[in-house]
């Protein structure tokens, strides 16, 4: 797998980060992957974008993003339908099939042409809401695992997933929603790689993820850049190095 984590503090916000602190944490998530073997060389300064899974909102990081994946031999489907939206954000693979999140940042026709893409899976819509996208409080955390947060909002989103899905799934349940946003890796020599906010940020939530016993668990501050709605999987893209 090839892991590309960009943080580029070069987006102007007003919400108080202080972005000089963003960069330790960006160096230090870096810096632990290299240490289980993720290749974060090839995509490293793709684009000035913070959320890399949301580059689609700048010209400059869509262009960017499109050239490197070329140069990785992946194929480019380009969506030029200007009616449709889709935000990585909402997109949540399980590895079975696809969840898309109706939000501000996706609508019916961004996951219909998501659908058309990937005919060999099925697509299934759920409403979002109280947040800014599905995997704000839904990541998957492993196979068939699904991460989901505690709130009410997060609670009826899963339900409408599971209620859509011929799959069966098993829930990590976590006290905060913004806990429930995190990456897992699936690396040969380490097994289950599973990168979470830290227990500074989250504490009873990080007690739940030491309840995955067979996973090497990898805590990653993220407090800044959540100011901006800046989850860890905002700043990821997981390829397949075998695709």
Same mark, same amino acid.
């Given at each position: 797998?090839?892991? !590309?984590?960009?943080?580029?503090?070069?987006?102007?916000?007003?919400?108080?980060? =202080?972005?000089?602190?963003?960069?330790?944490?960006?160096?230090?998530?870096?810096?632990?992957? *290299?240490?289980?073997?993720?290749?974060?060389?090839?995509?490293?300064?793709?684009?000035?974008?913070?959320?890399?899974? *949301?580059? +689609?909102?700048?010209?400059?990081?869509?262009?960017?993003?499109?050239?490197?994946?070329?140069?990785?031999?992946?194929?480019? =489907?380009?969506?030029?339908?200007?009616?449709?939206?889709?935000?990585?954000?909402?997109?949540?693979?399980?590895?079975?099939?696809?969840?898309?999140?109706?939000?501000?940042?996706?609508?019916?026709?961004?996951?219909?042409? $998501?659908?058309?893409?990937?005919? +060999?899976?099925?697509?299934?819509?759920?409403?979002?809401?109280?947040?800014?996208?599905?995997?704000?409080?839904?990541?998957?955390?492993?196979?068939?695992?699904?991460?989901?947060?505690?709130?009410?909002?997060?609670?009826?989103?899963?339900?409408?997933?599971?209620?859509?899905?011929?799959? @069966?799934?098993?829930?990590?349940? $976590?006290? +905060? +929603?913004? !806990?429930?946003?995190?990456?897992?890796?699936?690396?040969? *020599?380490?097994?289950?790689?599973?990168?979470?906010?830290? !227990?500074?940020?989250?504490?009873? @939530?990080?007690? =739940?993820?030491?309840?995955?016993?067979?996973?090497?668990?990898?805590?990653?501050?993220?407090?800044?850049?959540?100011?901006?709605?800046?989850?860890?999987?905002?700043?990821?893209?997981?390829?397949?190095?075998?695709?």
């Amino acid at each position: 797998m090839f892991l !590309a984590q960009i943080f580029h503090a070069v987006v102007n916000f007003s919400k108080n980060v =202080v972005w000089r602190k963003t960069v330790p944490e960006h160096n230090l998530s870096q810096e632990l992957l *290299e240490q289980f073997c993720f290749n974060l060389k090839s995509l490293r300064r793709i684009s000035k974008a913070v959320w890399i899974d *949301e580059s +689609d909102l700048h010209a400059e990081g869509v262009n960017s993003v499109k050239q490197a994946l070329e140069k990785l031999n992946f194929n480019i =489907v380009e969506m030029k339908d200007e009616t449709a939206t889709l935000d990585g954000g909402d997109v949540l693979f399980t590895g079975k099939e696809f969840f898309v999140g109706l939000s501000s940042r996706t609508n019916q026709r961004g996951a219909q042409i $998501l659908a058309d893409v990937f005919k +060999d899976y099925a697509v299934s819509t759920v409403n979002v809401t109280g947040t800014l996208h599905l995997k704000t409080f839904c990541t998957m955390a492993g196979p068939d695992l699904i991460a989901i947060g505690s709130s009410m909002d997060a609670e009826r989103t899963l339900e409408q997933m599971l209620g859509l899905s011929d799959h @069966s799934y098993s829930t990590l349940k $976590l006290p +905060d +929603d913004e !806990a429930a946003n995190c990456v897992y890796l699936n690396s040969p *020599e380490k097994g289950h790689v599973l990168l979470h906010r830290t !227990a500074k940020e989250f504490p009873e @939530s990080a007690k =739940v993820f030491k309840s995955l016993s067979n996973y090497t668990l990898i805590p990653v501050s993220n407090t800044e850049l959540a100011k901006v709605d800046g989850s860890l999987t905002c700043c990821s893209i997981l390829l397949n190095k075998g695709a």
